[in-house]
């Protein structure tokens, strides 16, 4: 019987992983191997799908055939659409008609397998071997929601970058995910082949190299920061760029970021005599640490620092880390990962400072393994005895930025407020709590 796989990307970055991960021989052979896209923007049709990105077509070639999961499922949005459980058979035979698959044997590699639409496309094939690969930092924390272990159970590797070297993925453990690296040398050559896709603006060429390059990632748009907050932030990236001694500075917008932050920050870079250059176009970051070869890379918890460093040598620096550990909510929230990894390991840039992330050590495989429980206890409740250990012996002035004391307390931790065991004591507390809420307002 005929094997087709179907690699699924929603991002020029994972189309990158994949492609690497393929040179890598991470898959098997098979007759015919197809990159299904999905625009996952919140309007599509105003946004880039990743196959007319520029230097795409250097990636094209792994590829049998390229097909659009939004034109599969139109007029439904990739990100809020999932079969009904009795229609999957249906879907199923559609896609194999629409796609030309037959009664083909498929295999899956997809991302962010916990949501729509990597979760509806390996529901719609339920015979289907799956694989998974990273989502950059975040493949280090929990998976972020309870799988259907019929779904779960069928992963069979995780591939992800070697971001920290040493350091381990949590990402869907619980089901026995083998993970496996994606070798670096693989990923450098596939950017590079990108690079060599991707001509130079007069701006870039007019920059040169060695630049400061800051990286944007447009947090308001995810409700953890405002605009003028994640503004501020940015304007930090240049004082703190400018004081460190460089003058020539490159800003790389997120896409969908406003227009009127960039102005901000040419009028923050003329007080500072400094040199502002803004490059929006959709290139991926380490195509630009090619192009550019920056002397500095800063941001605020981007996988991108981690790139920069460990694959390109390149001095990193992270702005406005630690009053978003605590702004973060829910607790459980995804970003938590990548944001604790940054904080701990990368150079503070508002203390003046820039270079090579620490190493991974026990120290921060037992942090993570805590925000980890802290994060998803009935998911990960395997995880428990390695938290108790961590906040038993490492709360301290520094660590305690990683948690919330009402979260360690909720769940029975090292650091919670002891709650009294005698049911009249904890009645008398609830109370009094509750006078006190109504007093406050």
Wanted: hydrophobic fraction near 45%.
């Amino acid at each position: 019987m005929p094997t087709t796989q179907i690699f699924y990307a929603s991002s020029l970055y994972g189309a990158a992983t994949l492609s690497a991960a393929i040179d890598s021989g991470c898959f098997p052979a098979a007759d015919r191997r197809l990159l299904l896209v999905a625009n996952n923007a919140t309007t599509p049709e105003t946004s880039p799908s990743l196959d007319t990105m520029p230097g795409f077509e250097r990636l094209r070639g792994r590829f049998d055939g390229v097909i659009s999961w939004n034109e599969a499922i139109s007029p439904f949005h990739p990100g809020g659409w999932s079969p009904r459980p009795d229609d999957g058979p249906l879907w199923e035979r559609y896609l194999r008609m629409l796609w030309d698959l037959g009664d083909d044997r498929i295999e899956l590699a997809v991302e962010s397998i916990q949501v729509a639409p990597a979760l509806a496309i390996a529901q719609l094939f339920p015979d289907a071997a799956l694989d998974v690969y990273a989502d950059g930092l975040m493949s280090y924390g929990p998976t972020r929601s309870k799988i259907d272990p019929l779904v779960g159970e069928r992963v069979r590797t995780l591939f992800h970058l070697d971001l920290v070297p040493g350091l381990k993925p949590l990402l869907l453990s619980e089901f026995g995910a083998r993970p496996q690296v994606v070798a670096t040398e693989a990923f450098v050559k596939v950017v590079a082949e990108l690079s060599d896709g991707v001509e130079e603006t007069p701006a870039q060429a007019a920059v040169g190299e060695g630049a400061a390059l800051l990286l944007g990632q447009y947090l308001a748009a995810l409700g953890i920061i405002t605009p003028a907050e994640e503004e501020a932030l940015h304007v930090r990236m240049v004082q703190g760029a400018v004081a460190l001694g460089h003058r020539r500075i490159v800003f790389k917008p997120h896409p969908t970021a406003p227009a009127s932050w960039t102005r901000t920050l040419e009028r923050e870079a003329v007080a500072l005599d400094a040199e502002l250059t803004v490059l929006d176009r959709p290139v991926l970051a380490e195509v630009l640490y090619r192009q550019l070869r920056p002397a500095l890379v800063a941001g605020c918890f981007s996988t991108a620092l981690f790139t920069a460093s460990t694959f390109y040598g390149i001095p990193v620096a992270r702005v406005g880390t630690e009053p978003l550990l605590d702004r973060l909510t829910p607790y459980q929230n995804s970003n938590r990962i990548p944001l604790t990894v940054v904080d701990a390991l990368v150079p503070d840039l508002a203390e003046g400072e820039a270079g090579t992330p620490k190493a991974a050590d026990e120290e921060l495989t037992g942090l993570l393994s805590a925000v980890g429980f802290a994060m998803q206890p009935q998911i990960r409740s395997d995880l428990r005895p390695a938290a108790e250990r961590y906040l038993g012996g490492s709360l301290n002035g520094r660590t305690w930025r990683y948690f919330k004391r009402r979260r360690l307390t909720v769940l029975g931790l090292p650091g919670g407020i002891p709650v009294p065991r005698h049911a009249a004591v904890r009645r008398v507390a609830r109370k009094a709590r509750r006078l006190k809420k109504l007093a406050l307002g």
